[in-house]
């Protein structure tokens, strides 16, 4: 069973983090929708996070984990937000179970196919020896020559722990992401389409959703929409949580 991290009383919400992050990342957002009458459910995916680790790795099969959640904890009539790899975790559970999900929000990823783009942070992560005893400073002194920008190293480095007195780790099961990277791009399928209300939200800095993708988003959600957060980039929702939060409670 995936772990989670539940928020307040009311009707259920749930948020599903992006590649290589975790529930954590969503921890202040979920208080704030909590604090408007949701019941949030902030969930780690499968190979991230503390959510078990297995060697199989799909969105059809992260898709099934969040299923199962929702039928153990008795979840019906359900909002959703995913935020890039959670946002298409969430497309493709609302267009396989649309019973589920009655309101859809998508931040900053569509549904088409996109090329593998992760492998610097991925060669910043594997060049990481953990049989040296880093220490947290050392892993970012690491990180910082694959990876320039600080925002996202700080994003990596949420997901270090000690694994014991003096031994870090990553959270995330980074083998695996080796292995099947090519997962993590993989587009909705051509026939799966949900009519429920959807939002759809991208960086104004982003290159995530462009104004060409439009068609297609509308083709499997037709009964969407897309708002646009001025100067930020794919972390929307960190660089502008005020904005992210309102366009989110006015949807909602």
């Not at 909590?34 to 499968?46: I, N, P, Q, S």
């Not at 995530?208 to 988003?217: N, R, V």
């Not at 005020?242 to 366009?247: A, G, K, V």
Request: glycine share 8%.
């Amino acid at each position: 069973m995936l772990h989670s991290k539940i928020e307040g009383s009311g009707k259920p919400l749930l948020i599903l983090h992006g590649f290589l992050g975790m529930s954590d990342n969503w921890k202040t957002l979920g208080v704030q929708f909590a604090a408007k009458g949701f019941e949030v459910h902030l969930l780690d995916l499968r190979n991230h996070g503390r959510s078990f680790h297995s060697d199989d790795f799909s969105y059809e099969l992260m898709v099934q984990d969040v299923y199962d959640y929702c039928k153990a904890n008795n979840l019906t009539n359900i909002d959703s937000i995913g935020h890039s790899m959670g946002g298409k975790v969430t497309m493709l559970l609302a267009t396989t179970y649309p019973d589920l999900i009655q309101k859809l929000i998508v931040a900053d990823i569509g549904p088409k196919y996109y090329a593998p783009h992760h492998q610097d942070i991925l060669a910043g992560l594997n060049a990481v020896d953990f049989t040296q005893k880093p220490s947290r400073h050392e892993v970012d002194a690491i990180l910082s020559t694959f990876v320039s920008d600080f925002g996202t190293r700080q994003f990596l480095l949420k997901s270090l722990y000690w694994q014991e007195p003096g031994q870090l780790a990553f959270r995330f099961n980074l083998p695996v992401f080796n292995q099947k990277i090519d997962q993590i791009g993989k587009a909705l399928p051509e026939n799966a389409v949900a009519m429920m209300p959807t939002l759809f939200i991208r960086g104004g800095n982003s290159n995530y959703i462009l104004d060409q993708d439009l068609e297609k988003m509308q083709h499997h959600f037709p009964n969407m929409q897309l708002k646009t957060i001025p100067n930020a980039g794919h972390w929307l929702h960190a660089e502008n949580p005020e904005l992210f939060f309102q366009f989110c409670v006015d949807f909602l």
